[in-house]
């Protein structure tokens, strides 16, 4: 199988298709994200962090796959909903508002923010419109002078434990790439160094290799629930990141380090009975607090193909290509559905479909998408490289 011409005619013939043709809301603005196996709507509110991750997505489709007016003009269909009802008086972002535009759910955290800023982003880069650049800036600027207390008075835990939490700097990681093009020099290195200092210093533990969720700020292990914490998805798909700094810095050893990672999680955190990989683990074995903890997540299987393709690209490490391997095998057996379209996005540890919708209020239109684009691309470099 050539897996470049695999991931792109999925990404441009079965997934972006799907949610043109289902999830635009023509009447209000904005997008529809629950939606069922077949792609009709089984509710209508709207969630803020969705809106800007399907903004985005058609945006860098704009930009980096073909100038196609209508992928354009889907992103200003979310741009101006967001603008015009995605955020308080004081510039923060809802969580949700309902199908007309009004506010359901407080902005409580600031990654309803840090996605309002890639979209933004990203679409004034396409649409060269300045007041959606300058408001993207501004978001960024208020996510950083958030960045000690992203939720604010929403914070549910007292000053008794003061855990701090991997997602942003994760994010952030990602986001200050994404918005280079938008932002001063200085700016960008000074995130970049903070954001590997906190994801390759800080939440990456020396001893076992692996990311916890949930660290004492000096870095070391509170032995609670919180503190035990591992999200396999999170600390792969924060090594991709890592790795697209690596490149962008020139820094083999941070890219080594970063595949080494890749593979230390993948080893821990593979379902040897069902396949798959778990999505939370507690570090010394005990049963996690979360219900949902040996569920199969598209998102956590297509941030490790992500991550995978990068880290083979770039290291050529055979151990990453048989892990590449395997988890192609799981997920695209068990996520994607031929005769509907698009990906299912929950599984019971045996594998089986846990819920059949295509989307809801945590899955929308930007893993699936952003990782078929993403393979697509390191494949074609893969492949270009060996056919040399």
């Known amino acids: 199988m050539k897996f470049s011409k695999h991931y792109k005619d999925t990404l441009l013939k079965d997934v972006i298709p799907f949610w043109e043709k289902h999830s635009i809301d023509n009447k209000n603005g904005g997008y529809f994200t629950c939606l069922d196996a077949h792609g009709n709507v089984y509710d209508t509110d709207k969630f803020i962090w969705l809106q800007g991750r399907q903004i985005w997505t058609f945006s860098m489709l704009y930009n980096k796959v073909e100038k196609n007016e209508k992928w354009l003009e889907i992103a200003k269909n979310g741009v101006d909903f967001l603008r015009k009802y995605g955020m308080n008086s004081k510039g923060d972002f809802y969580f949700s508002v309902t199908a ?3 506010p359901l759910v407080e902005a409580y955290n600031i990654f309803s923010d840090c996605f309002a800023a890639m979209a933004f982003s990203q679409y004034a880069i396409a649409s060269r419109d300045e007041e959606v650049k300058e408001l993207a800036k501004k978001t960024y600027f208020n996510i950083l002078s ?7 008075v929403y914070e549910k835990n007292t000053d008794t434990r003061q855990l701090i939490g991997f997602s942003l700097p994760m ?3 990602n986001l200050v790439l994404e918005l ?3 932002l001063e020099p200085e700016e ?3 995130t970049i160094d903070y954001s590997i200092h906190q994801v390759m210093e800080v939440f990456l533990d020396k ?5 916890f969720e949930n660290v004492l700020p000096n870095g070391e292990h509170h032995d609670s629930f919180n503190g035990r914490l591992l999200n396999p998805g999170h600390g792969i798909e924060a090594m991709w990141f890592m790795i697209d700094i690596g490149v962008r810095k020139n820094d083999q050893a941070l890219i080594n380090r970063a595949t080494q990672t890749i593979l230390t999680i993948l080893e821990y955190s593979w379902d040897e009975k069902y396949g798959g990989i778990f999505y939370f683990m507690d570090s010394k074995g005990h049963p996690p607090q979360q219900l949902e903890w040996d569920q199969k997540l598209w998102w956590v299987h297509l941030e490790t193909l992500v991550a995978l393709s990068k880290a083979y690209e770039q290291t050529e490490n055979p151990e990453i290509l048989k892990w590449y391997t395997k988890v192609h095998e799981y997920a695209w057996t068990h996520f994607s559905d031929p005769e509907n379209g698009e990906w299912f996005g929950y599984l019971n540890r045996q594998g089986e479909v846990l819920l059949n919708s295509k989307g809801g209020k945590w899955k929308g ?9 993403q393979c697509w691309k390191s494949f074609e470099k893969i492949e270009a490289k060996n056919n040399k």
């Open 100 to 102: 007309e535009g009004k």
């Open 146 to 152: 958030r960045i000690d207390n992203p939720k604010g």
């Open 171 to 173: 994010i952030l990681s």
């Open 180 to 182: 280079e093009e938008i």
């Open 188 to 190: 960008v290195q000074k």
């Open 207 to 211: 001893k076992t290799g692996l990311i």
């Open 365 to 373: 239109c930007f893993h699936v998408p952003r990782a078929m684009y």
